[in-house]
Structures are given as structure tokens and as C-alpha cells.
T-cell receptor, first 112, second 113 residues
Framework: SQKIEQNSEALNIQEGKTATLTCNYTNYSPAYLQWYRQDPGRGPVFLLLIRENEKEKRKERLKVTFDTTLKQSLFHITASQPADSATYLCALDVQAGTALIFGKGTTLSVSS | DSGVTQTPKHLITATGQRVTLRCSPRSGDLSVYWYQQSLDQGLQFLIQYYNGEERAKGNILERFSAQQFPDLHSELNLSSLELGDSALYFC????????????FGEGSWLTVV
């Protein structure tokens, strides 16, 4: 069956370090992959989208990689700050023209 | 502020009852999505509408139904409610049905007692 896995439920790091979150999928061939941030009790907020023909995408302190051979995306936050503490969700389009399917997320805690 | 408006923000109701959740998409967005989020299941896709027509169906129970009206707002109807239906229900919208970012509302908290 199709599955999206975000390997760590929780990740704790110190301020200033780089956080690396992993998203693996099976039995999909997504055209693109997206990352969202969700704060407690709030709706997810879009961060980055990467297409299947792109290896890497950057936005400020964020970097996403997409390896369609490994069926994996890595999400990096460099120089992390306590304000980066949140749950990060990866999402895929299972079928073109339909909704995104989300992983369960990784909760990042950045301590000062 | 994503521009997606959901009402009510909080709702407490008894088992067996029926509720309606309402969503106004961002201006110009034709696609509306409904998601359910509970602690153990994560964010689950329920249903998608595009310009008034059902586009895709996810893990939506038969007790649940939705529609999108000509003005593009959408309603999610939940009936014969059970304790397990307690969750945060999100509406999201996007310009087109695929390949795009979706924008989430702040959700409707449903508690079934």
C-alpha cells in the first residue's frame, strides 16, 4: 500500500544547529513534494515545494532535497532558532489533480 | 492569515447528533479540501471539490458528506456523531486542483461527548 513516513516523531536540537528531517514514501511516483509547518492548534502553513526534476530547493534558512530514486526528501533548517519549534509535515500528490496526502509529521524542538 | 475562513471555531455536541462545518476559500480559489486531524491519525484527507464538483475522495466515512456551492464556499456535514469523530477539521483551498500549494484555515475543533 502507499505510505508516507516521517522517520522521527520528535527531534530535539540546540539553537544554532542544523535540523534535518526525513520524509520517505513508498509506492508513489509524485510529481512534486511539499513541506508545511504546523503550530499547535493552527492550520499547516506552506514552506517549500520541490518538483521531481529538481534535486534541491532553498529558501532563506530552509533547504529541501528530493531523491526520487531513494524515494526520500530531506528538509534542513540551518542556524535553528527556538521560533522554529513546530511540527513539520511533508506532503505528496498521490494522483495528479487531487489532494495532497500528508505524513504524520516531525515535531522539532529547538532549545536555547 | 491564509484567507481561508472556517466556522465555527469550536463545537461541542452529543453522540448521535449532526453538525455542519462551513468554509470560505481564499478569493479566486476554485478547489476546496477537507481534512481531519486527530492525535493518533495525523492529517487525513477527506474530500476535495473543484468548482462545485467532487474531485477526489479520501478516507471519508459514509456518515459524512460535503458540498461546494456556486459561490465556492463549502460545507462538511457530519452525522450520527461518535466519540471517535472528535478531531480538528481543516478546510483548505487552492487555485487549481493539482500541482499547487494549498492554504489551510484555522480549523474547527469538534468535541463529541
Amino acid at each position: 500500500s502507499q505510505k508516507i513516513e516521517q522517520n522521527s516523531e520528535a527531534l530535539n536540537i540546540q539553537e544554532g544547529k542544523t535540523a534535518t528531517l526525513t520524509c520517505n514514501y513508498t509506492n508513489y511516483s509524485p510529481a512534486y513534494l511539499q513541506w508545511y509547518r504546523q503550530d499547535p492548534g493552527r492550520g499547516p502553513v506552506f514552506l517549500l515545494l520541490i518538483r521531481e526534476n529538481e534535486k534541491e530547493k532553498r529558501k532563506e534558512r530552509l533547504k529541501v532535497t528530493f531523491d526520487t530514486t531513494l524515494k526520500q526528501s530531506l528538509f534542513h533548517i540551518t542556524a535553528s532558532q527556538p521560533a522554529d519549534s513546530a511540527t513539520y509535515l511533508c506532503a505528496l500528490d498521490v494522483q495528479a489533480g487531487t489532494a495532497l496526502i500528508f505524513g504524520k509529521g516531525t515535531t522539532l524542538s529547538v532549545s536555547s | 492569515d491564509s484567507g481561508v475562513t472556517q466556522t465555527p471555531k469550536h463545537l461541542i455536541t452529543a453522540t448521535g447528533q449532526r453538525v455542519t462545518l462551513r468554509c470560505s476559500p481564499r478569493s479566486g480559489d476554485l478547489s476546496v479540501y477537507w481534512y481531519q486531524q486527530s492525535l493518533d491519525q495525523g492529517l487525513q484527507f477527506l474530500i476535495q471539490y473543484y468548482n462545485g464538483e467532487e474531485r477526489a475522495k479520501g478516507n471519508i466515512l459514509e456518515r459524512f458528506s460535503a458540498q461546494q456551492f456556486p459561490d465556492l464556499h463549502s460545507e462538511l456535514n457530519l452525522s450520527s456523531l461518535e466519540l471517535g469523530d472528535s478531531a480538528l477539521y481543516f478546510c483548505a483551498s487552492s487555485v487549481v486542483g493539482s500541482g499547487n500549494t494549498i492554504y489551510f484555515g484555522e480549523g474547527s475543533w469538534l468535541t463529541v461527548v
